[in-house]
């Protein structure tokens, strides 16, 4: 199992940029997918990014793809998002999670506990 502990958000305009990040405690980190949901006031947890555990491919939501950038360090055990052209509608509170499985369109994680998550608030 990987502990995340998520930081990097904040107020920011439409339009804007922010990036969060992610440290991850585990000796197996580098063999996992990781990546990140959020969960806007009312609604649903949404899968956001995913990386797998050589940074080599990366899936996103329809939603984020052209404007956010997942990566990894794994010699920090780090995830981060790079979020662009940030909209209203991105305003979330964004978590980190890790191993995550894929079936199909749908992406689950396999263990299921949470960090704090961290607040993204977009202005318009």
């Known amino acids: 199992q990987v502990q995340v502990v998520e930081s990097g958000g904040g107020l920011v305009q439409a339009g804007g940029s922010l990036r969060l990040s992610c440290a991850a405690s585990?000796?197996?980190?580098?063999?996992?997918?990781m990546g990140w949901f959020r969960q806007a006031p009312g609604k649903e947890r949404e899968f956001v990014a995913a990386?797998?555990?050589?940074?080599?491919?990366?899936y996103y939501a329809d939603s984020v793809k052209g404007r956010f950038t997942i990566s990894r360090d794994n010699a920090k055990n780090t995830v981060s998002l790079l979020m662009n052209s940030l909209k209203p509608e991105d305003t979330a509170v964004y978590y980190c999670?890790?191993?995550?499985?894929?079936?199909?369109?749908?992406?689950?994680?396999?263990?299921?506990?949470w960090g704090q998550g961290t607040q993204v608030t977009v202005s318009s």
């Open positions: 990386i797998n555990g050589d940074g080599g491919i990366t």
């Open positions: 585990g000796r197996t980190f580098s063999g996992y997918i």
């Open positions: 999670n890790g191993p995550l499985r894929r079936s199909g369109s749908s992406w689950y994680v396999i263990y299921d506990y």
